[in-house]
């Protein structure tokens, strides 16, 4: 019998495999794309945190991905690892949650342990899971295999805690359940903390991104208040951080990306609207977090006009259009809000990112040039987004003409947000 099935392969699912691997597991994969189960099967990787060697590794060792839900069959663990997005509409999409489960209930025996790991608002694992595979499984969750919620705490680009050394939170459905969780995951993890149950193991990875979303909110509109006041608001915060307690620090920058601090606390509003409730700091803060982007092309148009330009026909320079520094995911990053921004007002937007080969915002390229300090200098304007290490901040300042620091990453010559 296998030790561990995972389905989806991406950002959660891949660390965690690797994981489970390097702890002596036997595992294989499950994903719907196949492009993604070929590259891996090939020894690519396409997460960041995972490195080309990793994959090979763990081919080496028995390691293998599909593309058919049948490698799922004889798994003594199944975890769910998919996408948890949001619909056009702005409520939760937990279509590739009920497709992963819909794949793995013909498959699901007694013993089997199935956690889900995705992302999502209380009630999912026992109200949406749970009879998607005792329907067709024909057994009973809790009675006949367990079923639990342990939330992911992926944080790309991170060198100093990956899946071993963050603490583990896991949830079951009855405390047989969390018991077996508790037992798999203590394999893999040095920590294991058991939540009372589902609901509370979904809260706190709510609670976790919405904490960040909300104080991420606070200083993205100190940052407004403190331009129109003439108070360097870095300056502030780094004073306020000496503080030795009551205080974490939190900076503003064009907005939030990734797919957790953006999407995750509209998971807890749907939720509470639908319970009959409200968490209006919470919806204030997605909208504050939001309004960054058209912001920060107003500032944008401010430092043109104040060297007697104007966006139409300048050359803008985006440096850096991932969603954090140092990685090459592109998930709801702010960059894409802010080109059509500046689209919309007839500049002309340019980027550079040494993680990001093409770039594209609804379907149209984005030209990307391959020396930023020779674009900086032939460029009207150059907006700061992502601080990478490659980047020699000072020089792009110096060569630009002009630069607005979204990040309030430079010491002098740029204007900040």
Same mark, same amino acid.
Not at 24 to 30: D, E, K, P
Not at 235 to 241: F, G, R, S, T, V
Not at 307 to 323: F, P
């Given at each position: 019998m296998?030790d561990l099935?995972?389905?989806?392969? +991406? %950002? ?12 002596g597991?036997?595992v294989?994969?499950y994903d ?8 891996l099967?090939a ?7 995972v ?7 763990m ?8 593309d058919?839900?049948s490698?799922?069959a004889?798994?003594?663990t ?10 056009? *509409? ?15 209930a013909? /498959?699901?025996?007694?013993g089997m342990l ?8 209380p ?11 005792e329907?067709t499984? !024909?057994?009973?969750a809790?009675a ?10 992926i944080?790309?680009g991170n060198?100093?805690? +990956?899946?071993?050394?963050t ?15 508790a037992?798999?995951?203590g ?22 991104n919405t904490?960040?979303n909300?104080?991420?909110?606070l200083v993205n ?6 331009h129109d ?13 000496t503080?030795?307690f009551?205080f974490?620090s939190?900076?503003p920058?064009?907005? @939030? !990306?990734?797919?957790?601090i953006p ?5 807890? $509003? /749907? ?5 009959g ?9 997605q909208?504050?977090n939001r309004?960054?982007?058209?912001y $920060? ?7 043109l ?8 026909g300048?050359?803008?320079l985006?440096? +850096?259009?991932? %969603?954090?520094e140092?990685?090459? *995911? ?7 809000p ?5 689209r ?8 550079h990112?040494? %993680? ?6 609804? +379907? ?12 900086a200098a ?6 700061l987004l992502?601080p /990478?290490?490659a %980047?020699?901040?000072?020089?792009? @300042? ?12 430079t010491?002098?010559?740029?204007a900040?947000l």
């Amino acid at each position: 019998m296998r030790d561990l099935s995972v389905i989806g392969l +991406g %950002y959660t699912g891949l660390p965690l495999a690797r994981e489970a691997v390097r702890s002596g597991l036997c595992v294989a994969g499950y994903d719907e794309n196949p492009r993604v189960v070929a590259g891996l099967n090939a020894g690519r990787s396409h997460v960041d945190d995972v490195p080309d060697a990793d994959v090979r590794s763990m081919l080496a060792a028995g390691f293998t991905a599909m593309d058919e839900p049948s490698v799922l069959a004889g798994a003594h663990t199944v975890v769910i690892c998919v996408p948890t997005p949001l619909r056009s *509409d702005g409520n939760p999409d937990l279509a590739p949650v009920r497709r992963a489960a819909t794949a793995l209930a013909p /498959h699901v025996g007694p013993g089997m342990l199935v956690v889900l790991e995705s992302t999502t608002y209380p009630g999912t694992t026992e109200e949406v899971v749970r009879p998607l595979l005792e329907r067709t499984a !024909g057994i009973t969750a809790g009675a006949d295999f367990h079923l639990a919620f342990s939330p992911e705490r992926i944080d790309p680009g991170n060198r100093g805690f +990956g899946l071993r050394n963050t603490p583990k939170v896991v949830g079951g459905l009855t405390p047989g359940c969390a018991q077996a969780a508790a037992a798999f995951y203590g394999k893999i993890c040095d920590t294991v903390v058991v939540a009372k149950g589902t609901r509370e193991a979904e809260m706190a990875k709510l609670l976790e991104n919405t904490y960040r979303n909300v104080n991420i909110a606070l200083v993205n509109e100190l940052a407004v208040v403190a331009h129109d006041l003439g108070v360097d608001l870095w300056d502030a915060i780094e004073c306020a951080a000496t503080k030795p307690f009551g205080f974490q620090s939190f900076r503003p920058g064009p907005g @939030v !990306g990734g797919h957790c601090i953006p999407v995750d606390p509209d998971y807890l $509003v /749907h939720r509470a609207r639908t319970a009959g409730s409200r968490v209006r700091l919470v919806e204030l803060a997605q909208e504050i977090n939001r309004g960054m982007p058209e912001y $920060v092309v107003r500032r944008a148009a401010d430092v043109l006009a104040g060297a007697g330009r104007s966006l139409r026909g300048a050359t803008v320079l985006l440096a +850096g259009v991932t %969603y954090k520094e140092n990685v090459s *995911d592109l998930r709801e990053t702010s960059a894409r809000p802010i080109v059509r921004r500046l689209r919309a007002e007839a500049a002309d937007v340019v980027y550079h990112d040494p %993680y990001v080969p093409r770039f594209s915002v609804d +379907g149209e390229p984005v030209a990307r040039v391959t020396d930023i300090a020779r674009a900086a200098a032939a460029s009207d304007l150059t907006i700061l987004l992502q601080p /990478h290490a490659a %980047y020699d901040l000072e020089a792009i @300042v110096a060569a630009a003409p002009l630069t607005l620091d979204t990040r309030g990453c430079t010491r002098s010559g740029a204007a900040l947000l």
